[in-house]
């Protein structure tokens, strides 16, 4: 029954729900809906494949389904729309990963997912937000500069996740801000009297969106303990002020205005007491140790910054073109720029910004609509190349002889243009569209040589001279004699003279040679021969012979004869010219006319064939029989040698002639104008000329001109057009390309404009004139090296008031120089080209010092000693003392004024240390053994064959680095160069070989119609890469077959010899009835009049051989004798009985009349009607089946030929010969050869590699350039595929990455004074990536680098000292700038929403209540992914209080995101109070009993209503409830209330044993109680649960309603802190 289930239920369900016509549903279905079958796909597979690039292929899973029986067979589906299952795709390989990338679009703005309701923020507010995310190519070598390829998104998938592309959003709600716990509090700021503390925190979550904002960010409290100070005892401070602007002197210094002019500067120098107060300078100075700071100081006047004007802006690309996108951003920008005329000196202004730069504006849709249209132009296809299509193995069997010819390819350029552009100027290919892109490359044809073809010669003509023209010919002498009747013809003639001739056979040019093939040959032939006589004259008889006595019915008669001229080719001519030769010829002649008795002959049968084909010897004979005897005295017969004739045949010479013919000369012109259709402009005609020579054509030997005749002399002049000239034409020249900016030799100092050649020129037209033009470009600025060029140092100058006396001036001054700008070869320049591309701007000014009396001078110190090549040891450098000092003992204190100094010495040690991957395998320009062919766009087909495959190199970039991490030049290293370089293969294709084509086998059949084969052998089968091998029929063999008729058929005959006497069977010997015979033999025909020896009977078609013998009568004395009867006339070839055909006889004697019985001659025409199969046959045309597709030799492949034979056949299928049909003029078959086409293949082509781009980052360990090709035709099923990769990488030499690194400002530090202006410094230091400190100048390249102190941003990135202040005593500060917080991101319940977020720093303001700044936050945006929770944190009771802060997820205490309602309390307080005795507030804030006791509550209210003593514990007996003594209480309790407790629990107990009443009670009493007091127990404990739980429900609601009566603080800080660790007391 299961069994039975399974099956019936799928059958019912598909009977029921299976459409019907029309659309209709199921059985009960509405009309409406469908139950189809329909196709389902998985998802792609891994993409698969040997190799990596593009010739992976990835499968899928594809099924038929019903949307209710599920999975159903294939073929229910529609078979026409079933998707694809397998599909090629890219391998991805590890070494792609530096070619693809994630581009993330910007995020959409956030669509809520619920739109009711009021807008709020936080949770209502969710919703979603988009953004696209694609795979894109990031090579630069391979994508033009104006587009990015999108990639299947699987690519990237292999190397990282897809980035999202929705994301959870909501509308934030207002933040607060948060800030961090108090720091330490400073040092007292006096150590007696009034002295204060200050302590500060850092913002830590700044407000935003309307959120509260930040408390103060510090507290001054006063200093405890602190000492009062004595009377007239003050602390005092120097207060320094700021340095004045530079003063320039009343009389500026005459001289070069370049030279930095020194001026004056003050400053203010006041003392203050601890209070502020301003007291007289001297009390600051009071120890002699101080040093007085100086009010004044020469310096330099300051010199402003100048610039030159912003240059225009640079264009945005046209709004039409597809603009260049910001790699990052997607946006265009346009620029404008200014230089630096003056630098910057002495405290001057700065430099602004010298690059602006604005987005360019998008177009808008009205803009588009007026865009130009730009359409593909191309230029005339080149040359048709067939090499391209053959393997290299094809090419070796072909030969470097043979001329190629069949299928090739041929490419030409392709190029955009503006549309209705006239001059075809060519523009960026990617303004058009590149879907409708021509091909470059295209598949041709070279025709194959096609030899002249000619007709058969023509049988050979009489014997024919020049001399037997009319006006030429001679007087002829003819002699005659009177022949016998019954042999020799009367007109018979013979000559003494004999004349020169020659016989002649033509043929005609069937097909002319074409594209190159074999000329045609000669066409007329000559052979010498003699000529008895010119012209001659012929008889032609009319009638029958006529009795000469006309009452005779036999005997001699005369018979009238036609007589005419011919001459030598029998046609008629003039009568005159055989009468000058001989007489006319009697109009009649006599003649026999056989009577009954007389003998009787046949009339002479056909000649037969010659013997010979030419020369002397040659015979050919007739016969006659004899058709009665004579009796009774008749005329006898003649004898038997009169029965035979024999002739000379052939006679001619087997030597022939003819007319050999020279090339045609070139086309000379000058003969006459002429218009050609279809060119423009007068073009002539022209002459032609050849020489020809009389040759003998077996020898090919020249022989005397008489030997060939005028006659069918070919032409020795013909007429010739000469085109017109063409000119070139070209399209005008494109935009010149940009010029470089990098400093490369060669080319890149060029630009380059092209053109293209649309026709080339023709027939000496105009020449095309240069393709390109090139201009150099201007060299870029940073190509040149420039330095500064520095004057002479001027006079040390001194401030005012630093003089000794009134004469000696003496300490530190200022001197100056002038600083100029010099590019390399000596030329000086602006100073802006120094400043962008030049070293760091040297000192202008320095420090000096002019000696006082009594101070010591020192020459500068030597520079340091070479060190050994140990490399141990130290080196050393000196110094000395100048002048007077050697003299003063001060100076020659070496501990003072050391004279020498010493150093370690220490060698480096170098180590090359591989960087980064490999790169591609390829191939370097050098191992090519050519150069590529100039104008070739043709690159490599798959695999490279043409120069891409092989013994190739790879690179692996290299670093050589010193001991201490420094990476240095790699020639430190003993290395040329900056990589590693390996030897590689790449794989060539290996294409299928095929052997070459064996000859023609014989022809199958014998004869008739058969078959021709040949064929050719798989030598290698292909790899994978390569062209693959067709499929071979029979083991490893490709066949060709071509239908073939026997050539021993075409000319096997039946040869039927005359007809012998009529031998007698029947009669008397001389007559009667009998039989006659004849030879009948199978031979071969061969040339014209000839035939060749007997061959096998077996060969000729046996059912059409001629009969050999046949009935016969000679007729008897006085009978009549008739001739043989012709042949049948010819039945119609659709013959039935209507139709009839005769056949006739002549009567050669008539009978006697005294015959007995009256014999009259028999009927002379016989009548039959036409029988079909009998006496007429249908034939018909057939034609064999079409042979292979033949190529002509030297083709592999392209246009061939395919052939048929023809056929004739009977109606009843059996083949007969050709002629057969061609006497009845049937209509052929149309066609017996058709071209065709064989496939040639098509390699995958692709482009030139393009340049290799730039490196795709200026620094780093694995940085690489790329280049590319691009396919520019797919390959068909025969062709190489495209399994090559499109991309190459190579790294790029290894530099290192450098940066800047700033440390943080130090503490401010005075100089010169106690407080007010102080100096601050700070690291600057140049940085490898690893963090290794390297010389500045790696930091300082590219424009401005190494002079970036001169612009305002660059000062203030760079500068390592800055002026601060030191706040006196009373006054106003800041404190230092923070660091920055952690990111802040949005979250939502407690997971982030984005990664978006923002960054913050303060800084706290410190000094009086009044008049000070506020405190100051600074905010950057940032990335982060983390959700702090804020949670209040509590310390231990002690004493009824403890410590309360609010503390962030990662342990940072803060202040303000902690709820207060939420906070919990930081004393107890229980209400109401705990008036119930031995009671006590418990930290829950609920009454509690004190230890030792034990609470009792109030059902109702749930509050403490009695402590009771734990000593005491409460039974239950049958009297109620008692309390009774614990018995391990102590022996120090009361005993009285022990005692009476005791006493009362035992007297109820005695009472109870008395009774007996359980003694009485039954067994099954016991189990009634029992379960009944079990019931009982249940139901307490869910009572007691449910009491409990809003007891303690109750109790909570209480607390919480008394537990934040108290006013406590809500922050957390240091107080809190020493609290919550005993340092103060509560």
Known sequence: ?????????????????????????????????????????????????????????????????????????????????????????????????????????????????????????????????????????????????????????????????????????????????????FKHWSECTSSCGNGTQTRTREVVVPPIRGGRSCPNLSETRICKNNPPCVSREFTYFTKVG????????????????????????????????????????????????????????????????????????????NPCRQA??????????????????????????????????????????????????????????????????????????????????????????????????????????????????????????????????????????????????PQSSKKLKAESENPNPLST???????????????????????????????????????????????????????????????????????????????????????????????????????????????VVDNWAVWSPCTQACGKGGMETRYRTIRAYPSNGGHECPLQRHLIETRACNEHSCAQFAWSTSEWSECLGGLKPVVLEGVEGMCSIGRQTRSMVCVRTVQNKEAPEKRCSEQGKPDSVRECHIPCPQDCIVTGFGEWTQCSQTCQTGLGFLHIRNRFILKRDRYGGETCPKLQERQVCPVPDSCYSYDWVPGLWGDCQLPIGRQRGNWDACGDGLQTREVQCQREGGMQVDVDLCLRYGPPMIAASQSCHILCEGECELTEWSRWTDCPETCKGRKTRRRRLVGLSRRLSVCTNEQLYPLAETSPCRCHNYSLQPMGIWSDCFMEPSQFKGPPKPGSQMGDSAGGVSGGCGLGVRYRADMCIDEEGRIVDAAKCGSDTDFTVEMCEIPCPEDCQLGPWSSWS???????????????????????????????????????????????????????????????????????????????????????????????????????????????????????????????????????????????????????SLTEGGVTCPPSLQVEPCHMGVDCTAHRWNATDWSSCIMEQGAACGKGKMVRIPRCLLNDGREVDPSICERLNLPKPESLAVPCSVECPEDCILSPWSDWGKCTQACGHSVGRTRSRSILRSANEIGRPCVSSLYQWRPCKATPCYRWVTGNWQQCLPRGGDCGIGWQQR????????????????????????????????????????????????????????????????????????????????????????????????????????????????????????????????????????????????????????????????????????????????????????????????????????????????????????????????????????????????????????????????????????????????????????????????????????????????
């Not at 509405?30 to 389902?40: G, K, R």
């Not at 159903?72 to 694809?84: G, N």
């Not at 001297?282 to 101080?290: I, M, R, S, V």
């Not at 009969?1107 to 009978?1119: A, N, V």
């Open 242 to 317: 700021t340095w004045m602007k530079c003063q320039s002197p009343a009389r500026a210094a005459s001289g070069n205005s370049g030279v930095p002019g020194i001026g004056l500067q003050s400053r203010s120098v006041s003392c203050l007491t601890g209070n502020g107060h301003k007291v007289d300078d001297g009390l600051c100075y009071l120890n002699q140790n101080t040093i007085v700071p100086s009010k004044f100081q020469s310096c330099l006047v300051p010199r402003d910054c100048d610039t030159t004007s912003w240059s225009s802006w640079s264009s945005c690309p």
């Open 1 to 181: 029954m299961e069994l039975l289930w399974t099956f019936i239920v799928p059958v019912f369900l598909e009977f029921f729900f299976t459409p019907v016509s029309g659309g209709i549903g199921g059985m009960f279905g509405d009309s409406s809906i469908s139950f189809s079958y329909s196709w389902s796909t998985g998802p792609w597979g891994i993409c698969n494949g040997n190799q990596c690039g593009f010739a992976g292929s990835q499968t899928r899973h594809v099924w038929c389904t019903h949307p209710v029986l599920n999975t159903q067979p294939p073929s229910k589906c529609d078979q026409v729309t079933m998707p694809e299952s397998r599909r090629n795709c890219f391998k991805v390989c590890e070494e792609h990963r530096h070619l693809f990338a994630w581009l993330s679009g910007d995020w959409e703005k956030c669509e809520r997912l619920d739109d009711s309701g009021k807008l709020t923020c936080g949770e209502t507010s969710i919703g979603v937000k988009t953004r696209a995310v694609k795979c894109i190519d990031t090579s630069t070598g391979f994508l033009k500069e104006d587009t990015r390829e999108v990639v299947p998104q699987y690519i990237c998938e292999q190397f990282e996740p897809k980035p999202f592309t929705e994301m959870e959003c909501f509308t934030p709600c207002p933040q607060d801000c948060i800030v961090g716990t």
């Open 1323 to 1626: 690291n600057v230091t140049c940085q490898q990536e690893d963090g290794v400190i390297v010389s500045e100048e790696l930091c300082q390249k590219g424009a401005y680098q190494s002079n970036i102190n001169v612009t305002e941003e660059g000062r203030e990135r760079l500068e390592r000292e800055r002026v601060c202040t030191i706040p006196c005593p009373s006054e106003c500060q800041h404190t230092i700038w923070s660091s920055w917080s952690n990111c802040y991101i949005s979250c939502l319940q407690s997971r982030p929403i984005g990664n978006e977020g923002i960054e913050v720093r303060s800084r706290a303001a410190l000094g009086p209540d009044v008049g000070c700044p506020s405190d100051e936050m600074e905010f950057r945006p940032c990335q982060g992914e983390t959700c702090h929770e804020f949670t209040w944190h509590t310390s231990p009771w002690k004493k009824g209080k403890r410590e309360v802060w609010c503390q962030r997820s990662d342990g940072l205490n803060v202040t303000g995101p902690c709820t207060s309602d939420t906070k919990p309390s930081i004393s107890v307080v229980c209400l109401p109070e705990c008036d119930t005795q031995v009671s006590f507030c418990s930290e829950d804030n609920v009454c509690q009993c004190k230890k030792g006791y034990s609470p009792k509550f109030s059902e109702s209210t749930g509050l403490l209503i009695k402590c009771i003593d734990k000593s005491w514990t409460m039974q239950q007996d049958g009297g109620g409830e008692h309390r009774t003594p614990d018995q391990s209480v102590s022996a120090n309790q009361g005993n009285q209330a022990t005692t009476t407790e005791n006493d009362t629990i035992q007297k109820d107990a005695e009472n109870t044993r008395s009774k007996g009443f359980f003694e009485t009670i039954p067994p099954w009493g016991y189990a009634v109680v029992g379960c009944v007091g079990l019931l009982i127990l249940v139901i307490i404990i869910v009572v007691a649960v449910v009491y409990g739980c809003r007891t303690a429900r109750r109790k909570e609601e209480e607390k919480r309603k008394y537990q934040h009566a108290a006013d406590y603080s809500l922050y957390w800080d240091d107080n809190a802190k020493k609290k919550y660790n005993g340092e103060v007391d509560l």
């Open 489 to 599: 013809p009367v007109w018979d003639r013979t000559l003494d003279d004999v004349i020169e001739g020659h016989k002649i056979r033509e043929r005609e040019v069937a097909t002319e040679a074409e594209h190159g093939g074999v000329d045609c040959p000669h066409l007329t032939e000559y052979a010498p021969c003699d000529i008895a006589f010119c012209f001659k004259w012929h008889a032609d008889d009319l009638g029958a012979c006529v009795p000469v006595d006309s009452t005779a019915r036999c005997g001699e008669g005369t018979q009238d004869l036609n007589i005419t001229c011919l001459d030598v080719n029998q046609n008629t001519v003039d009568e005159e010219l055989c009468l000058s030769i001989t007489p006319k010829p009697e109009m009649s002649e006599l003649c026999w006319l056989p009577c009954p008795n007389d003998c």
């Open 1002 to 1152: 014989e022809c199958s059949q014998t004869s008739g119609i058969g078959q021709m084969i040949r064929w050719r052998e798989i030598m290698q089968e292909s790899s994978s890469v390569g062209r693959p091998c067709p499929t071979p029929e029979r083991g490893n063999r490709i066949y060709q077959r071509l239908p073939c008729r026997s050539d021993a058929h075409s000319r096997l005959l039946w040869f039927k010899g005359p007809w012998q006497e009529c031998e007698i069977i029947q009669g008397n010997g001389s007559c009667g009835q009998g039989h006659q015979r004849r030879e009948v033999g199978c031979k071969i025909s061969g040339p014209p009049g000839s035939y060749a020896p007997d061959n096998s009977s077996s060969l000729c078609d046996l059912q059409i051989r001629p009969s050999m013998t046949r009935q016969c009568g000679k007729p008897c004395s006085g009978e009549c004798v008739v001739s043989d009867w012709t042949a049948w006339s010819i039945c119609p070839q659709d013959c039935d009985n209507l139709h009839y055909h005769n056949r006739t006889r002549t009567v050669l004697r008539q009978p006697s």
């Open 324 to 469: 260049i996108r910001d790699a990052e951003v997607g946006t265009v920008y346009k620029e404008r720029k200014r230089s630096i005329t003056v630098a910057p000196l002495g405290g001057g202004t700065l430099c602004p910004k010298l690059v602006e730069r604005l987005p360019c504006p998008e177009a808008d849709d009205e803009t588009r609509l007026e865009c130009p249209r730009y359409v593909w132009q191309s230029t005339e296809w080149g040359s048709c190349s067939v090499d391209a299509m053959l393997t290299p193995y094809e090419r070796l069997q072909f030969g470097n002889d043979q001329k190629l010819c069949g299928g090739g390819v041929h490419q030409r350029d392709v190029f955009c243009t503006m549309f209705n552009d006239t001059d075809l100027a060519p523009v960026a290919s990617s303004l058009c569209n590149p879907n409708a892109k021509p091909e470059p490359v295209g598949q041709c044809g070279v025709p194959c040589p096609a030899p002249c073809q000619v007709t058969p010669w023509s049988q050979w003509s009489e014997c024919v001279s020049d001399q037997c023209s």
